[in-house]
């Protein structure tokens, strides 16, 4: 009866002694423990991991994500990395963060190796470019790859989200680089093209002046650029778009042709269906005698208003019986002549005029008065 009470007894001690050696299991930096909130202090939870003591997580080691500290309550399960077996004050320093970072790393390797497509969210600016997070990873997007254009003021994309690639993960590192630029690109050429199918030729629409050249005006119809260029800004003759429209000039313009192949877009400011030309050229006559106004000088003559849209040119010969120099000499910008139509050329569009000539058949007061 002894010995069976002795045997018992020593079952017991083996147990109480079998829990101990559980309790005093040897830990290491990088274990991940399963963890369980015990208390909830200001700046950090203490967990059970299992040990002898308990552990200690700091709010900055709590997630990659943003979270709501309200959220965590006593009881909490979830997985933990040992990141000091001593804090200094002698507890141990674990990290719920570094589980969830290694699981990301996992998933991330994935999007890379498949070159998935994936939306984030831009956070902050910083040198060279701007930060965001995918799956609580922080990331790095320099300022060419944010988009296709160029970038003046990286704080205006703050807080937007766009979609991205990404271009180079080195997780030993913790480098994580994104690019967005090929997507953006890809998206505006597919917006480009199904906003081609929608125009049609001939047809009228609304756009914005956005960019001037030398040759022509750009102009914005909706998501697509198409040129309008000198020769169709106006029917009169343009030395600059600047002389007709301005860049933000809302304006209604004609699509005179799309070519699909390259995307480009020619269009019409002027009234392409009446050619005002034509309607001043059928009362006109060689021969005639009108009153025209200067518009601008040329090296070899004088450029004169005959109409709007229609002009006429008074060759440097044609304008004095006197050798001039210079139109100048004689005339000046807004004055009113009277000249005589000398030729009109209706294949070139060019009427052909001259003061002499129109001189030699008025009357002689008329003609002393030009003469002075």
Same mark, same amino acid.
């Given at each position: 009866?002894?010995?069976?009470?002795?045997?018992?007894?020593?079952?017991?001690?083996?147990?109480?002694?079998?829990?101990?050696?559980?309790?005093?299991?040897?830990?290491?930096?990088?274990?991940?423990?399963?963890?369980?909130?015990?208390?909830?202090?200001?700046?950090?939870?203490?967990?059970?991991?299992?040990?002898?003591?308990?552990?200690?997580?700091?709010?900055?080691?709590?997630?990659?994500?943003?979270?709501?500290?309200?959220?965590?309550?006593?009881?909490?399960?979830?997985?933990?990395?040992?990141?000091?077996?001593?804090?200094?004050?002698?507890?141990?320093?674990?990290?719920?963060?570094?589980?969830?970072?290694?699981?990301?790393? %996992?998933?991330?390797?994935?999007?890379?190796?498949?070159?998935?497509?994936?939306?984030?969210?831009?956070?902050?600016?910083?040198?060279?470019?701007?930060?965001?997070?995918?799956?609580?990873?922080?990331?790095?997007?320099?300022?060419?790859?944010?988009?296709?254009?160029?970038?003046?003021?990286?704080?205006?994309?703050?807080?937007?989200?766009?979609?991205?690639?990404?271009?180079?993960?080195?997780?030993?590192?913790?480098?994580?680089?994104?690019?967005?630029?090929?997507?953006?690109?890809?998206?505006?050429?597919?917006?480009?093209?199904?906003?081609?199918?929608?125009?049609?030729?001939?047809?009228?629409?609304?756009?914005?002046?956005?960019?001037?050249?030398?040759?022509?005006?750009?102009?914005?119809?909706?998501?697509?650029?198409?040129?309008?260029?000198?020769?169709?800004?106006?029917?009169?003759?343009?030395?600059?778009?600047?002389?007709?429209?301005?860049?933000?000039?809302?304006?209604?313009?004609?699509?005179?042709?799309?070519?699909?192949?390259?995307?480009?877009?020619?269009?019409?400011?002027?009234?392409?269906?009446?050619?005002?030309?034509?309607?001043?050229?059928?009362?006109?006559?060689?021969?005639?005698?009108?009153?025209?106004?200067?518009?601008?000088?040329?090296?070899?003559?004088?450029?004169?208003?005959?109409?709007?849209?229609?002009?006429?040119?008074?060759?440097?010969?044609?304008?004095?019986?006197?050798?001039?120099?210079?139109?100048? %000499?004689?005339?000046?910008?807004?004055?009113?002549?009277?000249?005589?139509?000398?030729?009109?050329?209706?294949?070139?569009?060019?009427?052909?005029?001259?003061?002499?000539?129109?001189?030699?058949?008025?009357?002689?007061?008329?003609?002393?008065?030009?003469?002075?």
């Amino acid at each position: 009866m002894l010995q069976d009470e002795i045997v018992e007894e020593d079952l017991t001690m083996a147990d109480l002694m079998s829990e101990v050696e559980k309790t005093m299991a040897k830990i290491y930096r990088n274990d991940i423990r399963k963890a369980t909130v015990i208390a909830i202090e200001e700046n950090g939870v203490i967990v059970n991991i299992g040990y002898h003591t308990d552990a200690y997580l700091p709010w900055k080691e709590f997630s990659s994500s943003e979270f709501d500290k309200s959220s965590v309550n006593i009881g909490d399960e979830f997985n933990v990395s040992i990141l000091r077996l001593d804090d200094g004050e002698g507890n141990v320093l674990v990290s719920k963060k570094k589980v969830e970072n290694e699981k990301s790393y %996992d998933e991330i390797e994935k999007i890379f190796k498949n070159k998935e497509i994936v939306t984030v969210k831009l956070k902050d600016v910083i040198k060279g470019g701007m930060t965001t997070t995918i799956k609580g990873v922080r990331a790095f997007i320099p300022s060419s790859q944010i988009t296709d254009t160029y970038v003046e003021d990286l704080s205006s994309y703050v807080g937007k989200s766009i979609d991205v690639q990404i271009i180079e993960f080195v997780p030993q590192k913790r480098k994580l680089i994104l690019s967005g630029k090929v997507l953006a690109k890809q998206k505006r050429l597919e917006k480009r093209l199904a906003r081609l199918d929608e125009l049609k030729e001939g047809e009228k629409y609304h756009g914005t002046v956005t960019k001037l050249m030398n040759y022509g005006a750009f102009v914005d119809i909706g998501g697509i650029e198409g040129l309008i260029h000198n020769s169709d800004l106006t029917w009169a003759k343009i030395r600059h778009p600047k002389e007709v429209v301005q860049e933000g000039q809302e304006v209604e313009v004609s699509i005179i042709s799309i070519n699909k192949e390259t995307g480009k877009i020619a269009l019409a400011l002027k009234d392409i269906a009446h050619d005002p030309w034509k309607d001043v050229v059928a009362n006109l006559k060689e021969g005639q005698i009108i009153k025209v106004i200067v518009t601008k000088f040329a090296l070899f003559g004088a450029f004169v208003k005959i109409t709007d849209g229609v002009e006429g040119l008074i060759h440097i010969s044609q304008i004095s019986k006197k050798r001039i120099a210079k139109p100048q %000499d004689i005339l000046s910008i807004g004055e009113e002549v009277e000249v005589k139509i000398m030729k009109i050329d209706e294949k070139e569009k060019r009427i052909s005029l001259s003061i002499v000539a129109a001189l030699n058949e008025v009357d002689s007061e008329t003609k002393k008065m030009y003469m002075v």
